[in-house]
């Protein structure tokens, strides 16, 4: 069960807490594929969720992107389709050009034409964070969405994902358990346990590596 209250604003705020914490259901409850109970879900000055109102939007209309652990990559089609897979009010030029844009933008742009089912778990996740930005999201959310790279890989996805965040200016809500994630991503930390944000503010000082290590 949930029980939480916090803002996010544009940039990163990583969502940091053990397995089974309830981060991952915080994310789905912002996503609109879990409903809680009752509170409060305003993104963008967008009221996705309001219990007392009786505002439910449905995923669609969040304008959410979500990368979650699975990465719900789809088997039958090439990468470059996968990317382009939510552009379809594009002319099929523009959609090619913004896609192959994202995906170099990740280090991924010579695996345009390659099938998702030969892809590694390192290429597999870059593909799902190129699909989930090439749609200008109103927040990005983020399930552990490094977690199949090598540290080297890891660090250069981090800086794109910056480097991304500079331009567009979202929030970019993170889930992590790994500290050393949470001290280079987080411009804001949220700790959670059991449902419950028990603790909030920039990495230093709500992260002790002793205590979380």
Known sequence: MLDCKFEIHAGFSVLFGAS????????????????PESGR??????VCFDSAKKIDLPPSARRMAYVFQDLALFPHLSVLENVIYGL???????????????????????????????????ERQR?????????NPRALLLDEPLAALDRATRLKMIDALQ??????????????????????????????????VIAQGTPAEVLDRESWE
Do not use: M
Request: glycine share 10%; charged share 25%; with cysteine.
């Open 20 to 35: 089974g914490a309830g981060k991952t259901s915080i994310l789905d409850c912002i996503a609109g594929i879990k409903r």
């Open 41 to 46: 879900i305003e993104v963008d000055e967008v």
């Open 88 to 122: 379809d009010h594009l002319r099929k030029e523009t959609r090619q050009e913004v896609g192959h844009a994202v995906l170099a933008r990740f280090g991924s742009g010579h695996l345009v034409q390659r099938s998702t089912r030969d892809l590694s778990g390192g």
């Open 127 to 135: 593909v799902a964070l190129a699909r989930s930005l090439v749609t």
């Open 163 to 196: 480097s991304w965040n500079e331009e567009h200016a979202i929030p970019i809500l993170y889930v992590t358990h790994s500290v050393r994630e949470a001290l280079a991503l987080g411009q804001r930390v949220l700790v959670v346990e059991a449902g419950q």
